[in-house]
Structure formats: C-alpha cells, structure tokens
C-alpha cells in the first residue's frame, strides 16, 4: 500500500482529472442538459487544479516505471491542462450560440486531457498506447459533435478511420521493438539500442520506424498529414482549436520522450526519418496552404509545417533541441489560440466567417480585430519581432548548431513560401474593399477577451515573457528523465 500511495501521489493530477470526469459525467446525466453551463464551468476549474497539482506533485517514477513524472511532464502537463481549459471556455459559448451545447463537450474534454498527461508521463509502450488511445476516442466524438451536420460527421468518420490505421502502424512498431528488445520499457530499450549502435540486430529499427510513423500521423505531420485539413474543416471551430493546441504539445512531448530516452543511442538513425519528415512538412504545408479558400483548412495546412519546424528540435538530438522544440510549440499553441478565437468572434448574419474571401475590407466594421488578426498573422508567418519569430529562431538555431543546417535552411525556405497566405490576409482586410456590407455581429466577450491576449503576447508582451520562458523551458529540458 505505500507503494500504491506514492505512485498515486505523482499522478495526482491525471487521478483528479479522472474521477472528476466521472462525476461530472453522473452530475450532467442526472441534471440534464440544464447541466451545461456549470459541468463546463467546473470542468474549467477542475483543469486550473489540476494544473496546481502537476506542479506540486513530487517527482519520480511509478508503476514500474510506466509512469514518468520529471520537468518535461510537469511543463506538458500544465501546458495541457490549461489549453483544455481554454478549449472549454471557447467552446461553451459558441456552443450555445449554435444550439448544439451538450454537457458531455468539457467532460470529453477533461478525459482526453488525461489521456494527453499519460503520454507526457509515459515511460513504457503500453502507457505510450494506452495514453494515446485514450485522448483519440475523446477527439474522435468530439470531431463529430455536431451530429446534425455532414461535415462534421465525415470529418469524425475519417478522423477515426485513419487514426484506427495509424494505431496499427503504432502496435505493430511496439510489437518488434519489444520483440527485439524483451522489453516495454524506454529504459530497457536503450540498453538494447545502444547493442544495435554497435552493430547489433536492425530488427529494433524496423519497430522503431513503424512507430514514428504512428506518431506522425498523431501530431499531422506529412506525409501522414491525410486526415487534417478535412477534419479542420469540418469538425467545430472550438473543437479544431483544441486539436491545434494540447493534443499537439502533448505528442511532441511523447515523440522527443520516447526518441531520446528509448533510442538515444541510435540517433543517427531516427534522426534521418524526422529529416525526411520535416521536409515533408515544410512541402506540403507551404505549397497546400497556397490554394486553400477556407480559413479552418488553411490553418490545416499551416499546423502540418509548423510541427516539420518543431520536429528540428527533436531531430538535433540535443538538450538545446528539446528546449528549442517547447518553446516553438509554447510559442505556436498561444498564436493558435488566438487564431481560433478570432474565429469564434467573427459572425454575419448569424453565420459564421469561414472563407478567406470575406475578411476583405474587415477594418471598416472591425478595426479592432484586424489589427489582433494581422498581428497574429505576422507572428506565425515568423516576422520579426513577433513571437513567432523567437519560436523558429530556436529551432532553427538548434538544428544548425546540431549539423542539420541544410534542413534548417529549407525550413526557413518554407516559411518565406508561406508567408504569402498570411500576408494575403492581411492584404484582403486592410486594402480590399467588402464584398458583404452587411456588418459583422457583436462579437462574444470570451472569444474576444481571448483573441486580444494572444495578440498583446505576440507583440509586445513576448520580449518580457521571454525572460521567464527560457528558464522554464531549460529546467524541463535539462530534468528530462530525472524523475
């Protein structure tokens, strides 16, 4: 029993969130759909706990290992925990606005947040899955919560589909890496790497292959990148602003924690598979976003290059790597956020905008919100000083000091080719004339309030959030597996 004590003191925050989840669910079922707005209200405060928690749990392993908890979980957890938390406020209003609010949204929510701490913490292949599956069927039914609408409900479809296949590829990997290794755990695994380093069996490399191709399909990197621009498109906008936030962080947390530790010694050899996928990425993310009329799809496509730029972290193999890829991704998640809640606060005629065409001439009626939005826009195209900038700026510096130069060069190649969706943008609200005069409507204090923090961080809040970034940042890189 003390043993169980201890391990269930470090995961205190995923066994709050988890019996918090059934609770709320029991509360909603017997109130009814009345329940909505408080089950969403607790939900929010139940994810700030459990972010409190995460910070003061101790740290260590449990569970034979299977569960990590050093400073690289603790700073993904909290990261999590408070993007779903954002996903929730977003999402309850709009919700309710559209009339499809349901209690189960923030309780879907909380579940996948557990499943997203699990594969942060993960420090064996079956944790890895279990964590893993368990935020994918929360996202699949949340994909397709707008049950009425067709889109919604093939983007569900399609989302689970592929990612069913994706989780093959995933268990078939995890199946010849313990096969070839006799073990589940990272920590095993490395002992039998660094056996294949020094011209050992490649059995282990085939696994490992099948695995980062599981892993690619989850943070929608090219070219597994299939399912993301149509599930952008038609799942719920607040719904594609979680996906583009926590499930993000949450997997390249667990792609840099399962690479390094378990498989640190064949570097090279992974590190040429991240290669090839990041330039995947820069490819078809630059060139696809080009083309694209819908705004959900182009930021589809955006998310597919920005984590080939994130993944440069991980491919340098270094400490300075994996600090570099946690502040891209902090840095990408908050423009993200803002992106999304501009979004949600722009409506005509109680329709929501969704075509980049009918941002044109937006400063007439929103001046306000064009300014957040091209702000924003800068920012994640990468202009200088933006935070956007500082997020490549560090993974780019880290892949060119790791040898990766050359990558690091088409990366900067892909965000010059990039930048003309987001400077079209810009173009068409500031210097185009409306093709609607009818004016926008009010636009909710929530989604509001949210879009214009983000902007005041892009720019100017940044060059201050910087001096504290970096410290925490260092700290989660340099404790990795300390725990």
């Not at 990590?68 to 990261?79: S, T």
């Not at 989850?218 to 583009?244: I, R």
């Given at each position: 029993?003390?043993?169980?004590?201890s391990?269930?003191?470090?995961?205190?925050?995923?066994?709050t969130?988890?019996v918090?989840a059934?609770?709320?669910?029991?509360?909603?079922?017997?109130?009814?759909?009345?329940?909505?707005?408080?089950?969403?209200?607790?939900?929010?405060?139940?994810?700030?706990?459990?972010?409190?928690?995460?910070?003061?749990?101790?740290?260590?392993?449990?569970?034979?290992?299977?569960?990590?908890a050093?400073?690289?979980?603790?700073?993904?957890?909290?990261a999590?925990?408070l993007?779903?938390?954002?996903?929730?406020?977003?999402g309850?209003g709009?919700?309710?606005r559209?009339?499809?609010?349901?209690f189960?949204?923030?309780v879907?929510?909380?579940?996948?947040?557990?499943g997203?701490?699990m594969?942060?913490?993960?420090?064996?292949?079956i944790?890895?899955?279990?964590?893993?599956?368990?935020?994918?069927l929360?996202?699949?039914?949340?994909?397709a919560?707008?049950?009425?609408?067709?889109?919604?409900?093939e983007?569900?479809?399609?989302?689970?589909?592929?990612?069913?296949?994706?989780?093959?590829?995933?268990?078939?990997?995890?199946?010849?890496?313990?096969?070839?290794?006799?073990?589940?755990?990272f920590?095993?695994?490395?002992?039998?790497?660094?056996?294949?380093?020094?011209?050992?069996?490649?059995g282990?490399?085939?696994?490992?292959?099948f695995?980062?191709?599981?892993?690619?399909?989850k943070?929608?990197?090219?070219?597994?990148?299939?399912w993301?621009?149509?599930?952008?498109?038609g799942?719920?906008?607040?719904v594609?602003?979680?996906?583009s936030?926590a499930?993000?962080?949450?997997?390249?947390?667990?792609?840099?924690?399962?690479?390094s530790?378990?498989f640190?010694?064949?570097?090279?050899?992974?590190?040429?598979?991240?290669?090839?996928?990041?330039?995947?990425?820069?490819?078809?993310?630059?060139?696809?976003?080009?083309?694209?009329?819908?705004?959900q799809r182009?930021?589809?496509?955006s998310?597919?290059?920005?984590?080939?730029y994130?993944?440069?972290?991980?491919?340098?193999?270094?400490?300075?790597?994996l600090?570099a890829?946690?502040?891209?991704?902090?840095?990408?998640?908050?423009?993200?956020?803002?992106?999304?809640?501009?979004?949600l606060?722009?409506?005509?005629?109680g329709?929501?905008?969704r075509?980049?065409?009918?941002?044109?001439?937006?400063?007439?009626?929103r001046?306000?919100?064009?300014?957040?939005?091209?702000i924003?826009?800068?920012?994640?195209?990468?202009?200088?000083?933006?935070?956007?900038?500082?997020?490549?700026?560090?993974?780019?510096?880290a892949?060119?000091?790791?040898?990766?130069?050359?990558v690091a060069?088409?990366?900067?190649v892909?965000?010059?080719?990039?930048?003309?969706?987001?400077?079209?943008?810009?173009?068409?609200m500031?210097?185009?004339?409306p093709?609607d005069?009818?004016?926008?409507?009010?636009q909710p204090?929530?989604?509001?309030?949210?879009?214009?923090?983000?902007?005041?961080?892009a720019?100017?809040?940044?060059?201050?959030?910087?001096?504290?970034?970096?410290p925490?940042?260092?700290?989660?890189?340099?404790?990795?597996?300390?725990?």
């Amino acid at each position: 029993m003390p043993d169980l004590s201890s391990a269930l003191n470090l995961a205190a925050s995923e066994v709050t969130l988890a019996v918090g989840a059934m609770v709320l669910l029991l509360l909603g079922a017997f109130m009814g759909e009345k329940s909505t707005r408080l089950i969403s209200i607790l939900s929010v405060a139940l994810l700030v706990a459990a972010s409190a928690l995460a910070i003061n749990a101790p740290l260590g392993q449990a569970f034979n290992g299977a569960f990590v908890a050093d400073p690289l979980a603790v700073y993904g957890k909290v990261a999590i925990y408070l993007l779903s938390a954002v996903a929730v406020v977003l999402g309850d209003g709009w919700m309710a606005r559209t009339r499809i609010a349901r209690f189960e949204y923030p309780v879907l929510i909380v579940l996948a947040s557990v499943g997203m701490a699990m594969m942060v913490s993960s420090g064996d292949l079956i944790s890895l899955y279990v964590g893993i599956e368990l935020h994918s069927l929360a996202l699949y039914v949340l994909a397709a919560f707008h049950r009425d609408d067709l889109k919604a409900s093939e983007a569900g479809l399609k989302y689970f589909v592929l990612g069913a296949l994706s989780s093959g590829l995933l268990l078939y990997g995890a199946s010849l890496i313990y096969g070839f290794s006799g073990s589940m755990r990272f920590e095993d695994i490395a002992q039998s790497a660094r056996s294949v380093a020094d011209g050992g069996s490649a059995g282990l490399i085939f696994g490992l292959v099948f695995l980062i191709c599981g892993l690619a399909f989850k943070v929608s990197a090219a070219p597994f990148h299939m399912w993301t621009p149509d599930v952008y498109e038609g799942a719920p906008t607040p719904v594609v602003a979680l996906f583009s936030t926590a499930p993000k962080m949450a997997a390249m947390v667990l792609v840099a924690r399962v690479l390094s530790e378990g498989f640190g010694a064949i570097h090279d050899q992974w590190a040429q598979v991240l290669v090839l996928i990041c330039l995947a990425s820069f490819v078809v993310g630059a060139i696809g976003g080009l083309a694209q009329r819908d705004l959900q799809r182009l930021l589809a496509y955006s998310s597919i290059a920005n984590i080939g730029y994130a993944l440069l972290g991980i491919v340098a193999g270094t400490e300075a790597g994996l600090q570099a890829m946690l502040m891209f991704m902090t840095l990408y998640v908050i423009d993200q956020i803002g992106f999304f809640a501009v979004l949600l606060s722009l409506s005509r005629g109680g329709k929501p905008i969704r075509r980049i065409a009918d941002l044109a001439g937006l400063k007439k009626t929103r001046p306000l919100t064009t300014v957040v939005l091209t702000i924003l826009s800068l920012s994640v195209l990468g202009m200088p000083p933006f935070s956007g900038f500082w997020g490549k700026y560090y993974v780019f510096g880290a892949a060119a000091d790791a040898g990766y130069w050359m990558v690091a060069a088409a990366g900067l190649v892909a965000s010059v080719v990039a930048a003309f969706y987001y400077l079209r943008i810009i173009k068409l609200m500031w210097f185009d004339p409306p093709i609607d005069e009818q004016a926008t409507d009010a636009q909710p204090i929530e989604a509001r309030t949210l879009a214009l923090a983000s902007a005041a961080f892009a720019f100017p809040v940044v060059i201050i959030g910087l001096t504290w970034l970096e410290p925490l940042t260092a700290i989660a890189a340099s404790g990795f597996g300390a725990g």
